[in-house]
């Protein structure tokens, strides 16, 4: 079999297993360049594409290598740019574009036509929010809203929601629509974002439609509005969000606004309209405890179909502590991990997915030595995913310097991190000397006092273990 026939058996597999846009995206200019013994080389269109196959694709692409050519261990890559001018290579699979996908219907805004407004989306739901204890008095406030909207008498109006980024205020928001709009179907509820209203605002004098934007938004039952702490400095659209308020305010109608800090926090705001935003239900929404985190985590990666090992979901929920867009971060590789390069998650694996989003944060482990690894099966692991070399050859007896400096390496975080004698390395690492493994462990450690190269690899490999 040639490589043409080679690279297009590749690319058949990995239609199955990768998007449209993912595959016209990086593979559509690529091709197999060489094959060569036990190796492969493949050429890229460009540089960032080359970079982006090595780091992201590598795996899957020596997987799906294999399954044609067996004796395959190892895969390079190139940039050729003349591939830029060629065709593309196109895998059966992605010949044909796919039928637009239909999506389901969305319930209308009712407001002045010509004006857009954003949809709320129907997965927001008050129900499948996760109350917890620290975002209770919110989830109550958005419900006793939701019931009463379109009564004249208001819970709570206005209600402002207030917290840092990715703590479910706009979950919070969108939800009570949603709410709203199942309970009465003729409200006319609109929710926007405040770089959205001043968006409109801007078109709307620079078109001279204005009095229809007032008409859209004073005629409304319930305005919910996003992030208004975007209206900082904009003097003409507060204005216009001061009469709009006043307005709904005296025609007895639901406002929700929600933003990142209280309303006498707000910069750059005029006080009459900041001191608005306080006058009815302020509530605070901050990080949810523990137990509400791993409640979120469990509900989440049911929806995307995900079975996590307990421990996997402890340790998620020990290290997202900033926000909770993190949880959907990290459960969205985890599940593309799987879907790609059929990597099934472990604290090991996940412990990489936060160490890409969280570079500059210390991994919290559960455990007093802080290590991501629980036996020299996960450091080899590691090694040889970190050096692109198979774990085979760690374990091995080749004298090659590419594969005894990565095993040397692999006998100190033993060492180190695991705590293991030398005779337990030797062991593990198919009955070699522990006189071997005392002076590989020396010389490495000697090394990386002299040669800065090693110590990054020493200090990146330690970081990727969750340790100090």
């Not at 062991?427 to 020396?442: P, Q, S, Y």
Request: hydrophobic fraction near 40%; include cysteine; aromatic fraction near 8%.
């Amino acid at each position: 079999m040639d490589k043409t026939q080679v690279w297009n058996q590749v690319l058949e597999n990995l239609s199955q297993k990768i998007s449209r846009m993912e595959f016209h995206t990086w593979f559509k200019k690529v091709h197999l360049k060489e094959i060569s013994g036990s190796a492969v080389l493949i050429s890229c269109p460009t540089e960032m594409n080359k970079n982006w196959l090595e780091n992201k694709y590598q795996t899957i692409l020596l997987n799906n290598v294999q399954k044609t050519l067996p004796e395959i261990d190892r895969i390079y890559f190139n940039v050729d740019l003349t591939l830029a001018d060629k065709p593309a290579v196109i895998a059966p699979a992605f010949a044909k574009p796919k039928a637009p996908r239909k999506l389901p219907k969305q319930p209308t805004e009712k407001h002045a036509s010509g004006l857009e407004s954003r949809l709320v989306q129907n997965k927001f739901t008050l129900d499948n929010f996760i109350v917890g204890e620290k975002n209770r008095l919110a989830h109550a406030a958005c419900l006793a809203v939701a019931q009463t909207a379109g009564q004249e008498a208001k819970a709570y109006n206005p209600l402002y929601l207030y917290g840092g980024v990715g703590l479910g205020k706009t979950h919070l928001l969108q939800g009570t629509a949603n709410a709203i709009r199942q309970q009465n179907p003729e409200a006319v509820v609109i929710y926007t974002t405040a770089e959205r209203f001043t968006n409109e605002a801007i078109k709307a004098i620079r078109e001279g439609k204005t009095e229809a934007l007032r008409k859209k938004y004073r005629r409304v039952d319930v305005l919910l509005i996003d992030d208004v702490q975007f209206f900082a400095g904009k003097e003409k659209t507060q204005v216009e969000v001061f009469n709009t308020f006043n307005d709904l305010r005296d025609l007895n109608k639901q406002m929700i606004f929600s933003a990142d800090r209280p309303p006498a926090q707000l910069e750059k705001m005029a006080d009459r309209l900041s001191s608005r935003f306080g006058w009815g239900l302020v509530v605070d929404v901050t990080m949810p405890s523990y137990e509400t985190k791993m409640a979120i985590i469990r509900a989440k990666a049911q929806a995307l179909g995900l079975i996590l090992p307990e421990d996997v979901q402890q340790f998620i929920a020990t290290n997202v502590r900033k926000n909770l867009r993190e949880v959907e971060n990290v459960l969205n590789m985890i599940h593309a991990e799987l879907e790609l390069s059929q990597v099934s998650p472990t604290i090991q694996s996940v412990g990489k997915i936060f160490r890409q989003l969280q570079p500059n944060e210390d991994l919290i482990t559960g455990r007093e030595h802080r290590s991501l690894a629980r036996n020299p099966d996960d450091i080899i692991t590691l090694i040889s995913d970190y050096f692109q070399i198979p774990a085979t050859d760690l374990i091995g007896t080749s004298r090659k310097q590419e594969i005894v400096f990565p095993r040397q390496i692999s006998w100190l975080l033993c060492k180190d991190v695991l705590k293991m004698s030398f005779e337990g390395i030797g062991e593990a690492f198919g009955g070699k000397n522990h006189t071997t493994i005392m002076h590989g462990v020396r010389k490495v450690k000697d090394l990386a006092r002299t040669d800065s190269a090693t110590a990054r690899h020493i200090h990146a490999l330690k970081k990727d273990l969750g340790v100090r």
